[in-house]
């Protein structure tokens, strides 16, 4: 049920996306934490977009309670879904209960309680981590055959799986980066669990879990609006000298007007999340491929992913992150 292999180093950025941006000389990394923005070039992706231990969290009983409390509606409403989630969340919570709290335990082996501890820890460090893993195995699949026909200059085509793929890849994208994390910690500085008359603060590790299985959850909750709501994609085939770059935070949300958000998916395509409610649900009419000729608009998209992303920006040559004027 659970994968407890140790993975350090974990990707907020998928490799199998960040791969669209590999050229002759790897992937290009522009510091944008370093004074005069410093480039330099990763001949893999194995080391870009990650973080150590970035999906570190643990389930006890106030964690799970925070979460049950927030997601309270949802889960009365039988919504199958969050049935699936709060189950494992509380698999979760009860290991938690037996290892950390040894709540049950009446072994006095040494050994076994530290083993058992030990594969506890390892568990904190990559449960969320797998699950995102699983995401993206469910959509890689798809998102990689519609940017391989559609970067053709000749054909456009919707293979059918590329809306749900493109839509959910987007959501989690989006609540999956460094930058909305370390926002929602700053913003959410103090957590306090009421239950009865007491009255807990949460410790900064149950607050930080509490924030990084929220941002797992609400990707799949607003999925589940954008598609019910028919959101449409439009996606803009890049025929210009320049190439789109991508960032640490490739998912953008724009927050207002029809144009809900952005997403590079390779140097050559882009995704734009549109607020059209669509009459038909046949997911492939909710998808519009478009040509684009138009240097002035891939600049001033790159201008955007610049400016929204966290500390590091991608590209597939070392010249994407100049802003010439060559068309």
């Known amino acids: 049920m659970f994968n407890i292999e140790n993975k350090k180093k974990q990707h907020y950025v998928p490799q199998f996306y960040l791969n669209n941006w590999v050229g002759n000389d790897g992937i290009w990394v522009c510091n944008k934490l370093d004074e005069g923005r410093k480039v330099y070039n990763k001949k893999y992706t194995k080391d870009v977009g990650e973080k150590n231990y970035f999906y570190h969290a643990f389930v006890d009983d106030v964690v799970y309670d925070m979460l049950f409390y927030k997601y309270s509606k949802e889960i009365e409403s039988k919504d199958p879904l969050f049935q699936v989630i709060f189950s494992r969340l509380k698999t979760l919570q009860l290991i938690d209960e037996v290892i950390d709290k040894k709540v049950g335990v009446i072994t006095d082996d040494i050994d ?57 890849f987007f959501c989690f994208q989006l609540f999956r980066t460094p930058k909305l994390l370390t926002r929602l910690q700053d913003e959410l500085n103090e957590l306090f669990l009421t239950r009865g008359s007491e009255c807990t603060k949460l410790t900064i590790e149950q607050k930080n879990s509490v924030i990084k299985y929220i941002m797992f959850i609400e990707s799949f909750t607003l999925a589940k609006k954008l598609h019910k709501e028919n959101y449409h994609i439009r996606i803009f085939k890049n025929h210009t000298k320049k190439r789109l770059i991508t960032s ?69 040559n070392k010249n994407d992150f100049t802003k010439g004027k060559t068309k």
């Open 112 to 168: 076994l309680i530290k083993n058992a501890e030990n594969l506890y820890d390892i568990l904190k460090n990559v449960n969320l981590e797998d699950w995102y893993s699983i995401m993206e195995g469910a959509v890689s699949e798809e998102i990689h055959k519609f940017t391989e026909i559609n970067t053709s200059i000749i054909r456009t085509m919707t293979p059918n799986g590329s809306y749900n793929a493109l839509l959910a």
């Open 248 to 316: 640490d935070a490739p998912a953008i949300s724009l927050g207002s007007g029809q144009i809900f958000g952005l997403l590079p998916l390779t140097p050559k395509l882009l995704m734009q999340v549109e607020t059209e409610n669509y009459k038909t649900h046949n997911d492939r009419e909710k998808i519009i491929v478009e040509d684009c000729f138009n240097y002035d608009f891939i600049s001033t998209t790159n201008s955007i992913i610049d400016s929204e992303s966290h500390n590091f920006l991608y590209a597939k």
